[in-house]
């Protein structure tokens, strides 16, 4: 559960606990005529209703504030993955996959965030090659180099809209 849905959900369940036990202590002392045993009673029955609630709030609005909502760094990878593509120039996401320890789709992602960081220029095939390209060589780029369609490279991350190639420049 994400953290602002946690801390959410504290308040709202230590907020509950707070009302149901001024309704219960407002009812009790509002009822004529009750005896000191009955209003015990009452008073436990409320107690036994209202510190679950208040319990589970507190736990969940301590726990958000643990919980982080981005995802933990991978900069060992990225910094793993930059090392391997600048000895080899160009690679299989299986296999940077293999080497780095993780799904291909963290590959993808570390190539996107290194891309939006313009750390890292080059493009990724259909097929699922990657490779590196220096950041002049991608910005010259004027047809797709897999299919060889024209191409107008904008932004960090380019889609040749005949193949599906994904072009990142820095």
């Known amino acids: 559960m994400q953290a602002s ?12 606990g707070f009302t149901l036990a001024a309704l219960a202590g407002l009812a009790l002392s509002a009822t004529p005529g009750l005896s000191i045993g009955t209003l015990l009673v009452g008073a436990l029955l409320a107690f036994a209703v209202v510190l679950p609630l208040l ?13 982080p909502d981005e995802p933990e760094s991978n900069l060992p990878q990225q910094v793993a993955f930059a090392d391997l593509m600048r000895q080899r120039g160009q690679s299989s996401l299986g296999a940077l996959a293999t080497d780095l320890q993780v799904p291909e789709s963290e590959v993808l992602e570390i190539v996107q965030q290194l891309a939006a960081l313009r750390l890292f220029s080059g493009y990724l095939t259909p097929e699922g090659t990657l490779v590196r390209l220096e950041t002049a060589v991608v910005h010259s780029l004027s047809r797709c180099q897999t299919c060889r369609s024209p191409l107008n490279l904008a932004g960090p991350v380019t ?11 820095s």
């Open 5 to 16: 849905r946690q801390r959410l959900l504290g308040v709202a369940l230590t907020t509950t």
């Open 55 to 67: 319990v589970g709030g507190i736990y969940f609005f301590v726990r958000s504030s643990r919980t």
């Open 159 to 169: 889609l040749c809209p005949v193949c599906g190639t994904e072009y990142f420049s």
